[in-house]
């Protein structure tokens, strides 16, 4: 069901040891998927919401009139929303408030010299297009993921899209639709895949409005029955989400491209073979391309796994699924020799998730410098972070977690340099100044200081 991978005996702390390589993953191939959305996005661009409409034909199978879902749909699938499920979103939506609201940075103003400060501001984006994916799950969370670092950023401007659904008469499912809801959020589009993406990189005008009002849709400018263009999108997605951002950022800000997800978990010999096992099903679930990764210094741990596997693989809901999941090039069983060892292929890999179930988990977890999330000990599972852990979901893949954070408040914040110097403080630079533009041959910089203090009589 899984591969075993032995790097027993190698040397892996070595300069020419590369651990990015020692594990693969799904080939991902965003460049060809490049030429599927290109013309998409170009449609999107010039037809505004005919387009969006023919795409949600051809791609989701349904009919729509407007692309806007009506304030009337949210507050209905609210009202009609399971009172646990609404429960468990209220409990979510607090805790990840508790943490979020606790990234907000402060103004601080730096005293350079005298009569010379930089204060940086944190000033919020303006408008956010936030992604839902649908597909082969309902994912809720993600809204909640998404909208909350946004509110807690003051964003003043939040969209949402998400792919219309043909069992709900072309309406985003009912489930996201009532996270919506309960986030206050009421500004929902039915629009999936790079059209949505598009969507929010371009606005759109609505099709009964005037058509001398093109500049203004240029200037991100609709009415009612339009979208504005955002300043931003964030949210996971398909291959087809990551090729949209790909081509629109620039046009647009982005995240991060997603790819499969992916966990990895580090144990020794007092992890339950059980949980482990568990652990890595919960994210083979969510797609044949995601990756589950064990890595090892027991092997009678690997070995009690795989039967483990077996069993909760058959007697789970997406078998089929799982199965090519575990059977995929990037999901393995990893043995080496130590737990040193373990943290050196983890920190390489740089995992979306990471699972550290070690008798001195805690210690091993202060290791780690690569991951999207670290998850400490028996009762942290992956599970916990998706829905109810406070932390935020939206994470790197791909290896990108070595340089790349997690979605959270500064996602949808800028870093703003306040100068303010006085004539004396200005003064003091001058010289400086201008032996600087010298040596860069650009002359006119160190004019522009001393021209400030000329006679000008």
């Not at 598009?198 to 606005?203: C, Q, R, T, V």
Request: include cysteine; aromatic fraction near 4%; charged fraction near 25%.
């Amino acid at each position: 069901m899984i591969t075993r991978i032995d790097l027993r005996g190698r040397a892996l702390d070595t300069s020419q040891a590369d651990p990015r390589v020692l594990v693969p993953r799904a080939e991902l191939d965003v460049e060809a998927a490049l030429a599927v959305v290109r013309p998409i996005v170009e449609d999107v661009h010039h037809r505004g919401e005919a387009a969006l409409i023919d795409y949600a034909a051809k791609f989701d199978g349904v009919e729509l009139a407007r692309v806007r879902v009506p304030s009337s749909a949210l507050a209905e699938a609210l009202e009609r929303l399971d009172p646990q499920v609404r429960a468990a979103l209220q409990e979510s939506i607090r805790r990840a408030r508790k943490v979020h609201r606790d990234q907000r940075r402060e103004e601080r103003t730096t005293q350079v010299v005298a009569g010379g400060t930089v204060t940086e501001r944190w000033v919020p984006v303006d408008r956010v297009g936030l992604y839902v994916p649908g597909g082969r799950a309902v994912y809720p969370s993600s809204v909640v993921m998404n909208v909350v670092p946004a509110q807690e950023a003051g964003v003043g401007s939040l969209a949402v899209a998400s792919p219309p659904q043909k069992e709900f008469g072309g309406l985003p499912h009912p489930t996201i639709l009532a996270a919506c809801a309960l986030l206050g959020v009421d500004e929902v589009y039915a629009a999936g895949g790079a059209q949505a993406v598009a969507m929010f990189a371009y606005g759109y005008q609505g099709q009964d409005q005037d058509q001398d009002q093109d500049q203004d849709q240029d200037q991100g400018q609709a009415g009612e029955t339009g979208c504005r263009r955002a300043d931003l999108v964030t949210g996971p997605g398909n291959i087809y989400v990551a090729a949209a951002k790909r081509l629109l950022k620039g046009v647009i800000g982005i995240d991060a491209e997603a790819g499969p997800t992916e966990i990895m978990v580090v144990a020794d010999a007092t992890a339950d073979p059980g949980l482990v096992a568990a652990d890595l099903i919960s994210q083979a679930e969510h797609d044949p391309l995601a990756a589950a990764v064990l890595v090892t210094d027991s092997e009678p741990l690997a070995e009690a796994v795989v039967p483990e596997l077996e069993t909760r693989v058959a007697a789970t809901k997406h078998a089929e699924r799982i199965r090519e999941s575990l059977g995929g090039r990037q999901s393995a069983i990893v043995l080496v020799d130590d737990i040193a060892a373990a943290l050196i292929v983890a920190n390489g890999y740089a995992a979306e998730h990471l699972e550290i179930q070690t008798r001195d988990a805690a210690a091993d977890a202060a290791k780690v410098r690569n991951a999207g999330a670290v998850f400490v000990g028996s009762f942290a599972p992956v599970s916990l972070g998706d829905y109810l852990a406070g932390s935020n979901h939206v994470l790197p893949t791909g290896g990108c977690a070595c340089h790349s954070s997690g979605l959270s408040v500064q996602s949808f914040l800028r870093g703003v340099h306040v100068v303010d110097y006085t004539r004396e403080a200005l003064a003091e630079a001058s010289d400086l100044v201008v032996a600087l533009a010298n040596a860069e041959d650009l002359p006119a910089h160190g004019e522009a200081v001393t021209a400030r203090f000329e006679d000008r009589g």
